[in-house]
């Protein structure tokens, strides 16, 4: 008898367990399911909008940007005139799995501010579409990748453009504030910017995940350096060897911090940066090369990049840096303005102010032996979220 009350205690659990097992993966499922619908709701808007003012014009693997994107009433001459002046081509590194969960909504929300697109993935999809570079995908593929990336680049579109951004389909970049970084310096010299971390070379190299911009005369440099062979495959490692190989053909590591020192790329999402507090054991202490704050001092009015965001936040900052403003404010932090644009600039505030005047009826005022370790590092991925406490890092 009590093997019988055994035996049926041990089926009655079974049954019960395998009930709640199924509810909760049915919830799963219908919560990915939600989320999937709710990113492609997203995404088919901004598509229909997009079609519907045609936005872009797709040649050569490439989609080219026909207008500057903005506002209807806003006064944008300064960013329309950087827009023709400072061209760039912005190439997204992503793969066949990332098209729809990430890629895409990298192409309805901020690539739409750059010049042309590239998508490069491992194979060609001619709909999206993406550039097939022949390689496999993978975390060791990465510098294949990059540098099959870069000269394809070059040889299809150097002539197109002024500069050349690489960036991760889950980093968010505002591409008229790089536009600002650029403008006092030209597609002749040779220089590179984005996060500049320290470790392993002289003069330090560009966090991958943050994106990294080169102008056209380093990215000559790049591929006459593979040709030549001053530049090799030496590591899996991106950032770092595109950082050796940058440093080896004479290419300067460029300060991209604003007019106040505040970082302007970043390798984490903006709570990380501005709320989260970094233990001190974390790599990313001992690989910026320039001092860290943490807090709102974090990251510059004018920020170019933010790494690790999702399809939401992909949208969530497109709202934040193209819609959302307060009320009866001038921008606390007044970027220099590049020299050659002075004079536009302050003809734009001025129609500025005398439209807010006049509506207000007020007068008018006045190593590479070390690329293991770095992997393990960083292959940590960002720091815990706001609020909790952080795990030390990896060894």
Request: overall charge neutral.
């Amino acid at each position: 008898m009590k093997a019988l009350g055994s035996r049926f205690s041990f089926y009655a659990g079974f049954v019960v367990g395998t009930f709640i097992l199924y509810v909760f993966l049915r919830q799963v499922w219908f919560e990915e399911t939600r989320q999937a619908d709710g990113y492609g709701n997203l995404g088919g808007r901004q598509q229909q909008m997009d079609e519907d003012v045609g936005i872009w014009k797709k040649e050569r693997s490439a989609l080219f940007n026909l207008d500057h994107p903005h506002h209807r009433g806003e006064d944008s001459r300064m960013a329309d005139e950087l827009y023709k002046k400072v061209r760039i081509l912005c190439w997204v590194m992503t793969g066949p799995n990332n098209l729809e969960k990430k890629a895409r909504h990298v192409k309805y929300t901020w690539s739409r501010h750059c010049n042309i697109v590239v998508f490069m993935s491992s194979v060609d999809d001619p709909d999206f579409p993406t550039v097939g570079l022949g390689t496999k995908e993978g975390r060791d593929q990465l510098y294949w990748k990059t540098i099959r990336a870069f000269h394809y680049a070059y040889e299809h579109h150097a002539s197109e453009a002024d500069w050349f951004l690489k960036a991760d389909d889950d980093t968010y970049v505002i591409v008229d504030n790089l536009r600002w970084v650029l403008a006092n310096h030209t597609p002749d010299e040779p220089i590179y910017f984005g996060r500049r971390f320290k470790p392993y070379t002289k003069q330090g190299y560009m966090s991958g995940g943050a994106g990294y911009v080169l102008s056209r005369e380093a990215l000559r440099r790049f591929v006459e350096g593979f040709k030549n062979k001053v530049c090799t495959h030496t590591t899996s490692v991106e950032d770092l060897a595109m950082g050796q190989c940058m440093e080896k053909v004479g290419v300067l590591a460029g300060d991209s911090r604003d007019s106040a020192l505040r970082e302007t790329f970043h390798p984490f999402v903006p709570e990380q940066h501005l709320t989260a507090k970094f233990p001190k054991s974390f790599w990313y202490w001992s690989y910026c090369y320039y001092p860290i704050s943490e807090g709102p001092n974090c990251c510059s009015d004018v920020s170019v990049s933010f790494h690790y965001v999702d399809a939401t936040g992909m949208y969530l900052l497109e709202y934040y840096a193209y819609h959302l403003r307060a009320f009866g404010y001038r921008y606390r932090y007044q970027p220099p303005t590049p020299k050659a644009y002075r004079i536009k600039l302050s003809d734009s505030r001025d129609s500025a102010d005398r439209l807010k005047d006049r509506a207000s009826g007020m007068k008018e005022p006045e190593d590479a032996d070390d690329s293991s370790r770095i992997d393990r590092e960083r292959d940590a991925g960002p720091p815990p979220a706001a609020g909790k406490e952080p795990a030390a890092a990896p060894g």
